[in-house]
């Protein structure tokens, strides 16, 4: 069965850094793109930067030069480094497939708390 675990989470304040990591437990991770969520208190969970295969990131527009993607294809692990952190980026921290839906199967994540 597929397992995300996602770790790293914590308070931290305005300006500061964290790097969260997710690692999957399933076959074919490295022909896959993966993904951060974010699911601020009330809100829809919605992605925030995506990795294909080939190691190539996109970012949503409100985290770009501040979020860092990466994957470890030998450790099957995905990170996501964060940088001056706002308190808006609050929230829980998820990862999963690229495009992944509701029908998806998804780890507990990681919460990310930031202070103003």
């Known amino acids: 069965q597929e397992q995300l675990v996602e770790s790293g989470g914590g308070l931290v304040q305005a300006g500061g850094s964290l790097r969260v990591s997710c690692t999957v437990s399933?076959?074919?991770?490295?022909?896959?793109?993966w993904a951060w969520y974010r699911q601020a208190p009330g809100n829809q969970r919605k992605w925030v930067a995506i990795?294909?295969?080939?190691?190539?990131?996109s970012y949503t527009d409100s985290v770009k030069g501040r979020f860092t993607i990466s994957r470890d294809n030998a450790k099957k692990t995905v990170y996501l480094q964060m940088n001056s952190l706002k308190p808006e980026d609050t929230g829980a921290y998820y990862c999963?497939?690229?495009?992944?839906?509701?029908?998806?199967?998804w780890g507990q994540g990681t919460q990310v708390t930031v202070s103003s």
């Open positions: 999963n497939v690229a495009g992944a839906t509701t029908s998806n199967s």
């Open positions: 990795i294909t295969r080939f190691g190539v990131p």
């Open positions: 399933r076959s074919g991770f490295s022909i896959t793109s």
